[in-house]
């Protein structure tokens, strides 16, 4: 009888210490107080570069956009916002990298660099940080067929290193 009885409350117990324990992790890794901070404004990220490929401004924007849309709750505003995320391409440039055993180039390296100005009006923190992403590719290859690929590499790179800087605890 005394058996039968541990066999049900010990359970009910264990249960009930288990729903009471409270173990939270964020895969995300952000530091955000969702209680004070509720709203994001992401200017228009322009290209500045002296050189520059049509579409990657318009790639950059979409993909910091989503990234915040993504892997926080914050709500994206025009103007206002407690975050402020704002910058522009400064460089895109390809140069020699490798050298093959005949004395040409074999790889090419793709890099953009972006400058970004952030702000969080909740806490006064203000800073202006440049980031940058490279990506390499054969020498044998065009760049007009590898652009985009190399180039969408190289924004979600950027946008991981943005959102890391801005709100995450790396």
Same mark, same amino acid.
């Given at each position: 009888m *005394?058996?039968?009885t541990l066999q049900i409350i010990v359970p009910m117990l264990l249960l009930? #210490?288990?729903? %009471?324990? /409270?173990i939270s992790y964020k895969f995300t890794g952000t530091s955000i107080n969702y209680d004070v901070i509720k709203t994001i404004q992401i200017d228009k990220i322009v290209n500045r570069a002296p050189y520059g490929w049509a579409?990657?401004? #318009? *790639?950059l924007n979409n993909k910091l956009q989503d990234v915040y849309a993504n892997q926080t709750r914050l709500k994206l505003v025009k103007r206002g916002g407690?975050?402020?995320? #704002?910058?522009? *391409?400064?460089?895109y440039d390809q140069f020699n990298k490798g050298i093959s055993a005949d004395g040409y180039a074999s790889q090419v390296q793709l890099r953009i660099t972006v400058n970004i100005r952030f702000e969080n009006a909740k806490t006064n923190q203000k800073w202006e940080k440049q980031f &940058? %992403? @490279? /990506? $390499?590719?054969? /020498?044998? $290859? $065009?760049? @007009? %067929?590898? $652009?985009?690929?190399? !180039? &969408?590499?190289? !924004?979600?790179d950027l946008c991981d290193q943005i959102f890391n800087a @801005?709100? #995450?605890?790396?």
């Open positions: *005394i058996r039968k009930c #210490a288990l729903t %009471a324990c /409270s579409p990657m401004e #318009a *790639i407690d975050l402020h995320v #704002a910058g522009e *391409i400064v460089n &940058t %992403a @490279t /990506s $390499q590719y054969d /020498s044998t $290859q $065009q760049l @007009t %067929a590898v $652009q985009e690929t190399l !180039v &969408t590499e190289m !924004v979600k @801005t709100v #995450a605890d790396w």
